[in-house]
Antibody, heavy 116, light 111 residues
Framework: QLQLQESGPGLVKPSETLSLTCTVS??????????WGWIRQPPGKGLEWIGS???????YYNPSLKSRVTISVDTSKNQFSLKLSSVTAADTAVYYC????????WGQGTLVTVSS | QSVLTQPPSVSAAPGQKVTISCSGS????????VSWYQQLPGTAPKLLIY???KRPSGIPDRFSGSKSGTSATLGITGLQTGDEADYYC????????????FGTGTKVTVL
C-alpha cells in the first residue's frame, strides 16, 4: 500500500519560495503506474490541483500557477518536491501530495501559512 | 474558479439516498473519466469512485458513480452519520493544456 508524507516549513514570508517534499513509501517513485502530484486547499475552500509529474519526467501544471511552480522527482530518496515562488497570502493553504492518475493516494496534508 | 459545478449542499435522513451532480463540458467530463472524493472534517480527501463508476478496494457499494454526456453523478444509499462530509468530483480538462480540475464541492448533511 502506497503511503505519502509531506514535509516542509509551515510558515513562509511573502515574496519567498514555498518548498515542500513528499516522501513515498510502499512503492517506487520510478514506477510507471503513477502520476505524482500536488493539490492545495485554502482554509474553508475547495480543492485546487497544482500540478503533476510522471515517472518519465513529464510535468503538467495548472496554467494559473505555471509561471511560479516547479515539481521534481528525486529517485535516490524516493521523494518528489514542490516549489512555488513569489508567494502571497493567497497561497496560504493545506498542501497535499498525491499519487495516481485519479489521485488514489493522498498524504495527510500540511498547512503552509504565508505571512511576514 | 472551478469549471465543474456541484450543488453546495444536499441532505437526507439516515438510511435514505442522496445524489450529487457534477456539471462540466465537452473538454472535461465529456471526454474524460470522472473521479469522486470524500473529505471528512479535518482529514485529507479519499478516493471514492474512479473511471466514472469504479470503486477502489474497501469502498462500500453504497457509493456509486455514473456519467452521461457532460455531467456525472455520485449516489450514496443507506446514508449513515459517518457519511457527513464534503464531496468533490474531479477530471482532466484538455481545453487549453492538460490540467486536472475539481468540482466546487458538496456538503452532505445527515439529518
Amino acid at each position: 500500500q502506497l503511503q505519502l508524507q509531506e514535509s516542509g516549513p509551515g510558515l513562509v514570508k511573502p515574496s519567498e519560495t514555498l518548498s515542500l517534499t513528499c516522501t513515498v513509501s510502499g512503492g517506487s517513485i520510478s514506477s510507471s503506474s503513477y502520476y505524482w502530484g500536488w493539490i492545495r486547499q485554502p482554509p474553508g475552500k475547495g480543492l485546487e490541483w497544482i500540478g503533476s509529474i510522471y515517472y518519465s519526467g513529464s510535468t503538467y501544471y495548472n496554467p494559473s500557477l505555471k509561471s511560479r511552480v516547479t515539481i521534481s522527482v528525486d529517485t535516490s530518496k524516493n521523494q518528489f518536491s514542490l516549489k512555488l515562488s513569489s508567494v502571497t497570502a493567497a497561497d496560504t493553504a493545506v498542501y497535499y501530495c498525491c499519487a495516481g492518475a485519479a489521485a488514489e493516494y493522498w498524504g495527510q496534508g500540511t498547512l503552509v501559512t504565508v505571512s511576514s | 474558479q472551478s469549471v465543474l459545478t456541484q450543488p453546495p449542499s444536499v441532505s437526507a435522513a439516515p438510511g435514505q439516498k442522496v445524489t450529487i451532480s457534477c456539471s462540466g463540458s465537452s473538454s472535461n467530463i465529456g471526454n474524460n473519466y470522472v473521479s469522486w472524493y470524500q473529505q471528512l472534517p479535518g482529514t485529507a480527501p479519499k478516493l471514492l469512485i474512479y473511471d466514472n463508476n469504479k470503486r477502489p478496494s474497501g469502498i462500500p457499494d453504497r457509493f456509486s458513480g455514473s456519467k452521461s454526456g457532460t455531467s456525472a453523478t455520485l449516489g450514496i444509499t443507506g446514508l449513515q452519520t459517518g457519511d457527513e462530509a464534503d464531496y468533490y468530483c474531479g477530471t482532466w480538462d484538455s481545453s487549453l493544456s492538460a490540467l486536472f480540475v475539481f468540482g466546487t464541492g458538496t456538503k452532505v448533511t445527515v439529518l
